[in-house]
C-alpha cells in the first residue's frame, strides 16, 4: 500500500545528483533506468511516427518522468544516459550532446518539481489516484516535456540540422501523449512496489548513509588487499569457514533466516548445502561473503570468520579475492560485452594494481579451470547457457580465491552442461580451493566431502553424502527428493540401501529378487492411472505439423518436423539447451510462423489465422511467469487473457473463478493479492490460470519446474496432471528426465532442431544410445531395470515388479 | 540479444587506440560543423566514407542507411521552407521556397549524414569497454563511464526479456496494433509493466554482484588493456588536427559557408 511521502528538499539538487555516483546501488539503478529506456526505444515501437528517424510515438517517453518520481537524481542521469545509448544504434553525433542534456531534464525536473509547488501541489505521493494528483502530474509532464524539447530542438537548430520549430513540437507532443497516458498507469502499478522493495531514491539514499555511518564507525583491520601476518596464518593454517551460533533475521521477520548455525569448512573441501526453497541456503551464502550484513540489512548474531577474518568487519568488495561468490541467477553477474572485458573487469578494482603478466596469467588459467575456449572477443550474450555459467565462474576465478561459493549453480543446465559444472568443480576441489555448494536436490550429493542439510534457517544434518542418500527418510522429511534407486528398495530389509545400479543389482540377487513387472505396469496403468490403449491416437490429430522448418536470421533451428499432437495427450518435448525445443513450442501457438512446411491447429493454419483464434485454442505457459504479470491484484491478471478475448464482464467472472479454482489459488483472495507478493510456485500458477482463462484445448509448458524444490515441483505436475485428466492436451517442454518417465504418455526427443525419436518414454528409454545423442541420459532406475530386459519408469513400477526369483 | 554495432574485424582502424577514434569522430563533426557549403560537406563526407571502407564498416552501414536516408531528406525538405533567398523555385515559390534554401538543406543533409556516419564509425570500430576507457582517459568521470558500459550490456538482456514479454502478453490476446491510437498506447502497460519490474527485481542483486566482483565507486579502477598510442594514432591525430585547423580557418574567412538568412 502506499503509505508515506516526503516531498524533496530542492536545496539539495546538486548534493543528490552527486550522492548517485557514491553508491553502488544507485549506480545499478541508473545503469538500469538507462538500459530500460533504451531497451523500449528499440523494439517497442509504435508505427507512428511523427518526424521518421527523429521523433516516433513510443512508449520509452514515458519512462523519465515515471522513473524521476520513483528514482530522483538516478532517473536524471539514466535518461540521459539511455539516450546516448538509444543514438549509438545509429545517430550518435554531436546533437546527443543535447539529447542528453534534454533527457537529463525530463528525468530531473519531476523530482524537484512534485510536491514543491506550493498551492499547486497535492502534497500526495506520486500517483495519481486523485484529481489533485492528476493535475499536479498534467502540469509537471507539460514543464518538463516542454524544457526537454526546447533544448533539444534548440540544440539541433543550432548544429543546422533541423529547424527548431518542426522538431521542439514533435519532440513536446511525443513526451506529453506518452507521459499522461502510459505515466499514471505505470506509477499506479511501479510506486507501491518499489517502496516495498525500498528502492525509492529516498530509501536507497538513507540506508546508503546509515551504511556509510557504519563504515565510519569501523576500524578497518587492513587496507587494500594486503592482509596483516595473523590473517594470513589463518589462511594458511586454519578452517577457511568457520561459522559459530550464527543467526539471522531479516526486517520485520519473526523467524530467523538463519538459526544458531555452527559448523566449519576447510581448505580443499567441498561441502554441499541442501535443503528446500527457504531453508536459509542463499541468505548463508550471502553472509559468508558480508553481503550480509553489508549490504542486506537485518539482525545477525553469533560469529562467522571466512578467510581467518570476521565478515562484519571490511566491506563485501574488499573481501572479492578471497571470496568469491556465483550467484543462482548467474546471467546477472555478467557485466562485459566482450569475455576479456567479463574476466578482466574484477582484476581493474585491484589494489596495487596487478602486473600485466600475473593478469594474462589469471586469465589463461582461470579459463582453463573451466575448459572455455580463450575466444576474448566473444560477446557472452553470443555463448550458450552453460558457456554463460562458466565465464561467470571463471570471472570469480581470476581473483584467485580461496573460498568459492555457488549457490544453485545448475538448476537451469542441461544433463551434460551439469556433467561439465561437475568436473569443473572437482577440478578446482583438486587444487586445493573449499566449495561451498547450495542445491535443493540430490543430483550433485555424490561430489561432495560433506553435506550439511538446513530446514528453517537449522542445521538438521551433517555428514557424508552417502550416508544421506541412504537414508531416504531423513531426505524426504527435509523436502529433499530420494533417490529413486535407494526408494525402490527402502521397504525391503536391505542394508545399506543401494546408490549405485550395480550395489542395487547386486542388494536384489542378495534378496533373490528379480523384475518380473505385471500387466498393469506394462500398460502404463501403475504410473499413469490408466491404461495406454486409452488414450486418444485413433482421433483425428489437434495438431499437424507438416514438414515445418523454422530460422531466425540464416541460422536454421528447426528442420523438416512432421508430428501430429492427438487431444487428451500428455506430450513431453524432450532435448538438451539450443535442441529447439522453445521454437518448437512457439510454432505450436502461432507466435511462429514457419518459413517452409505448415502447422494445423484444429485445422486452422497457424501461418493465416489470426493469432486470437489461435489463444483460444492453445496456451503457451513461459517458463519465467514473471514476463507476464503486470496487474496489481491476482484476479486482474487473470482475467487479462479473457477479457482480450472480448467476453463480457460476466463470462470473465465464470472464467477467472474457474481457472483458479483449476490452478488451485484462493479465489476469495485473489481480488485483493498482489501476485508479485507471491513465490515463484505460486506465481507460476498465477500465469497457469491467466491461460486457462482463454479455455485453450491444448496447454504447452515451457520448463514448468525450473528453479522449485521437490515440494513446488510435485504440486506443480500434480496441476498439470489434473489438467490433462480434465481434457486438456498437455505438451511438456523439460530437460528432466524422471518428470517424463513419470508423468508423459508420449516423448519427442529433439537434437539439432530435428525429432531424432517419437513415440511412449518407455520405448524411447530403452535405446539409452539413442537418448545419449540427444545429451540426455535416462534414468537410473530404468538402467537398473534393463539388467532383466525390461525398461520401468517410476519407483511404484519397479516396486510392483520386484518378485521373488522362484527358479 | 546482441545489440552494439561493434564489428571484429583486423583493420588498421581498429587497432587505433580508443583515445584516437573518439578524438578523430569529434573532429568529423568539428569539420562538419565548419561548413554549410555541399561541396565541402561532400569533401569531408568523403573522408569519412573513406574511413568505413577502411574500418570495414559495410554491414553497418546496411544496418541504417533507411533511418540516414530519412534523416537527411527531412533536413533537405525542411529546411527550405525557413530559409530566405533570391531565386524562387517554381511551382513551389508560392510556398517560399528558393534554390538557395535548397542548397543549403542539401548541405545540412550532407552534415546530417557526416555525423550519424561519424558515429558509425566510432561504433563499429571501438568495443564499449574501449571507449569507457578512452572517456575516462580523456577525462571523463570513471563511474559514468562505467555506468554507461553497464546500461549498454544491460540493454542486450532486456531486449530479450522484452521479446519474451511480448510473446507472453500476445499468447493472453494482446493485440497491440488494432483500435485508436490512444487504445494501442494504453496498450503498452502490459508490456512495460513487466519488463521494468523484471529489472527492478534484480537491482539489488546486480549490485550485491558488482560488489561481491570488486567493484565499489570509491575503488580506484586501472585498465589493463594493451591499447597504447602507437606512431599511427599519432599520425591519425595529426592529420584530422591539421584539418580542423585549416578548416577552422577557412570558416573564419568564409570558405565554405552559405550566407543564407531565417
Known amino acids: 500500500m502506499i503509505t508515506q511521502f516526503a516531498c524533496y528538499d530542492p536545496r539539495r539538487w546538486w548534493a543528490d545528483l552527486v550522492s548517485v555516483w557514491q553508491d553502488t546501488r544507485l549506480i545499478v539503478v541508473t545503469a538500469q533506468i538507462a538500459a530500460i529506456y533504451a531497451a523500449i526505444l528499440i523494439p517497442f515501437k509504435a508505427g507512428i511516427p511523427l518526424i521518421p528517424g527523429f521523433v516516433e510515438l513510443r512508449p520509452a517517453n514515458a519512462i523519465p518522468i515515471v522513473a524521476s518520481l520513483l528514482f530522483g537524481p538516478a532517473a536524471a542521469w539514466g535518461a540521459g544516459i539511455g539516450n546516448i545509448i538509444g543514438d549509438c544504434f545509429g545517430t550518435l553525433g554531436p546533437a546527443s550532446v543535447f539529447g542528453f542534456l534534454g533527457n537529463f531534464l525530463f528525468g530531473y525536473l519531476p523530482y524537484l518539481m512534485w510536491g514543491n509547488l506550493g498551492w499547486l501541489s497535492s502534497g500526495q505521493p506520486p500517483v495519481v489516484q486523485s484529481w489533485r494528483q492528476g493535475f499536479e502530474y498534467g502540469l509537471i509532464c507539460v514543464v518538463a516535456s516542454s524544457v526537454c524539447a526546447g533544448i533539444i530542438g534548440w540544440g539541433v537548430e543550432l548544429l543546422g540540422l533541423l529547424p527548431f520549430v518542426v522538431l521542439a513540437p514533435a519532440i513536446f507532443f511525443n513526451n506529453i501523449v506518452m507521459s499522461l497516458l502510459l505515466g499514471p498507469p505505470l506509477l499506479m502499478f511501479l510506486y507501491p512496489r518499489v517502496q516495498r522493495w525500498h528502492l525509492r531514491y529516498e530509501d536507497i539514499r538513507s540506508s546508503f548513509v546509515a551504511q556509510g555511518n557504519l563504515r565510519l564507525s569501523e576500524k578497518p583491520s587492513f587496507v587494500g588487499h594486503e592482509l596483516s601476518p595473523g590473517i594470513a596464518d589463518a589462511r594458511t593454517h586454519g578452517s577457511l569457514l568457520d561459522c559459530k551460533h550464527l543467526s539471522f533475521y531479516y526486517p520485520g521477520q519473526q523467524n530467523p533466516a538463519l538459526n544458531n548455525l555452527s559448523f566449519s569448512i576447510g581448505p580443499g573441501e567441498m561441502v554441499m548445502l541442501l535443503g528446500r526453497s527457504g531453508s536459509g541456503k542463499s541468505t548463508f551464502c550471502y553472509a559468508c561473503n558480508g553481503l550480509i550484513p553489508h549490504m542486506i540489512a537485518g539482525e545477525l548474531t553469533g560469529s562467522l570468520q571466512v578467510c581467518g577474518e570476521n565478515t562484519r568487519v571490511s566491506p563485501v568488495w574488499k573481501r572479492a579475492d578471497r571470496v568469491g561468490l556465483v550467484f543462482q541467477d548467474f546471467e546477472t553477474q555478467l557485466v562485459g560485452t566482450s569475455m576479456e572485458a567479463e574476466l578482466l573487469h574484477p582484476l581493474e578494482y585491484r589494489q596495487p594494481p596487478l602486473s600485466f603478466d600475473d593478469i594474462k596469467r589469471r586469465v589463461s588459467s582461470a579459463l582453463s579451470s573451466v575448459g572455455l575456449e580463450p575466444c576474448l572477443d566473444r560477446d557472452p550474450m553470443t555463448m550458450s547457457g552453460g558457456q554463460r555459467q562458466r565465464l561467470v565462474i571463471a570471472s570469480v576465478l581470476v581473483q584467485e580465491p580461496q573460498l568459492l561459493i555457488l549457490d544453485e549453480p545448475s538448476s537451469d543446465l542441461d544433463p551434460v552442461t551439469r556433467m561439465q559444472l561437475r568436473q569443473t568443480l572437482r577440478q578446482l576441489r583438486d587444487a586445493g580451493m573449499a566449495l561451498l555448494m547450495s542445491e535443493q536436490d540430490h543430483d550433485d550429493l555424490q561430489f561432495a566431502d560433506r553435506v550439511i542439510l538446513l530446514d528453517e534457517g537449522r542445521l538438521v544434518w551433517e555428514g557424508s553424502p552417502d550416508a544421506l542418500r541412504r537414508d531416504p527418510h531423513a531426505m524426504r522429511n527435509r523436502g529433499i527428493r530420494p533417490l529413486a534407486l535407494t526408494e525402490c528398495f527402502e521397504e525391503l530389509v536391505c542394508e545399506p540401501l543401494p546408490l549405485t545400479i550395480d550395489e542395487a543389482v547386486a542388494c536384489a540377487e542378495k534378496m533373490n529378487l528379480i523384475i518380473s513387472p505385471p500387466a498393469a505396469v506394462l500398460d502404463d496403468t501403475i504410473r499413469l492411472g490408466e491404461p495406454a490403449s486409452l488414450w486418444g491416437s485413433q482421433m483425428d490429430p489437434f495438431v499437424r505439423i507438416e514438414d515445418a522448418c523454422f530460422q531466425y536470421a540464416d541460422r536454421p533451428i528447426l528442420r523438416n518436423i512432421n508430428c501430429f499432437i492427438y487431444p487428451g495427450e500428455f506430450l513431453a518435448l524432450l532435448g538438451a539447451n539450443g535442441s529447439g525445443k522453445s521454437t518448437c513450442a512457439r510454432l505450436l501457438n502461432g507466435l511462429l510462423a514457419p518459413v517452409e512446411g505448415r502447422v494445423l491447429i484444429d485445422g486452422l493454419d497457424t501461418r493465416t489465422t489470426s493469432m486470437n483464434e489461435l489463444v483460444k485454442r492453445v496456451g503457451l505457459v513461459f517458463q519465467n511467469p514473471d514476463h507476464q504479470i503486470f496487474a496489481d491484484t491476482v484476479w486482474e491478471e487473470v482475467a487479462f487473457g479473457a477479457r482480450n478475448l472480448g467476453c463480457s464482464q460476466e463470462e470473465v467472472a465464470g472464467r477467472v473463478h474457474e481457472s483458479l479454482v483449476a490452478v488451485g489459488l484462493p479465489v476469495e483472495e485473489s481480488a485483493g493479492l498482489d501476485p508479485f507478493s507471491l513465490r515463484k510456485g505460486e506465481r507460476q500458477r498465477v500465469a497457469v490460470a491467466s491461460i486457462l482463462a482463454t479455455r485453450p484445448a491444448m496447454l504447452i509448458f515451457d520448463e514448468p519446474t525450473t528453479g522449485l524444490d521437490a515440494e513446488e515441483t510435485d504440486r506443480m505436475m500434480a496441476m498439470i496432471r489434473d489438467l490433462n485428466r480434465k481434457g486438456h492436451t498437455i505438451v511438456m517442454i523439460t530437460h528432466s528426465m524422471r518428470l517424463v518417465a513419470e508423468h508423459a504418455q508420449r516423448c519427442l526427443l529433439m537434437k539439432d532442431g530435428q525429432i531424432v525419436a517419437d513415440g511412449p518414454p518407455r520405448e524411447i528409454f530403452q535405446d539409452s544410445a539413442l537418448v545419449q545423442t540427444a545429451s540426455l541420459e535416462i534414468p537410473l532406475l530404468s538402467q537398473f531395470s534393463q539388467r532383466w530386459g525390461y525398461t520401468l519408469l517410476t519407483v511404484n513400477e519397479v516396486k510392483a515388479s520386484l518378485k521373488p526369483n522362484v527358479r | ?262
Not at chain 2, 580508443?18 to 563533426?29: P, Q, S, W
Not at chain 2, 521556397?97 to 563499429?124: D, H, K, Y
Not at chain 2, 588536427?241 to 568564409?254: A, E, K
Open chain 2, 1 to 262: 540479444m546482441n545489440v552494439s554495432l561493434y564489428l571484429n574485424h583486423e583493420t588498421w582502424v581498429h587497432r587505433l587506440d580508443g583515445r584516437t577514434k573518439t578524438l578523430v569522430v569529434l573532429g568529423f563533426f568539428g569539420l562538419a560543423l565548419c561548413f554549410s557549403h555541399p561541396t565541402y560537406l561532400l569533401g569531408i563526407l568523403a573522408l569519412v566514407v573513406g574511413g568505413l571502407v577502411a574500418a570495414q564498416a559495410g554491414m553497418n552501414v546496411k544496418k541504417i542507411w533507411v533511418l540516414a536516408t530519412l534523416l537527411v531528406c527531412y533536413s533537405m525538405m525542411l529546411w527550405p521552407f525557413f530559409v530566405e533567398g533570391e531565386t524562387p523555385v517554381p511551382i513551389f515559390h508560392v510556398l517560399g521556397v528558393t534554390w538557395e534554401g535548397c542548397v543549403f538543406g542539401f548541405g545540412m543533409g550532407v552534415r546530417l549524414l557526416i555525423m550519424v556516419l561519424g558515429g558509425v564509425w566510432l561504433l563499429s570500430t571501438t568495443t564499449i569497454e574501449e571507449l569507457a576507457q578512452a572517456s575516462q582517459e580523456l577525462g571523463m568521470p570513471a563511474r559514468g563511464g562505467f555506468a554507461f558500459s553497464l546500461a549498454f550490456r544491460w540493454v542486450g538482456i532486456l531486449m530479450g526479456a522484452g521479446v519474451g514479454v511480448i510473446q507472453a502478453q500476445r499468447s493472453r490476446g494482446l493485440d497491440i496494433s488494432s483500435g485508436t491510437i490512444v487504445e494501442r498506447i494504453r496498450k503498452y502497460v502490459p508490456l512495460v509493466v513487466p519488463l521494468i519490474g523484471h529489472a527492478l527485481r534484480q537491482t539489488n542483486l546486480l549490485a550485491m554482484a558488482l560488489e561481491s566482483k570488486g567493484f565499489h565507486p570509491t575503488a580506484q579502477r586501472s585498465f589493463h588493456r594493451t591499447g597504447k598510442m602507437k606512431r599511427t594514432d599519432w599520425v591519425v591525430m595529426v592529420v584530422v588536427g591539421l584539418l580542423l585547423g585549416v578548416s577552422c580557418w577557412m570558416r573564419w574567412h568564409g570558405i565554405g559557408t552559405l550566407d543564407v538568412r531565417f
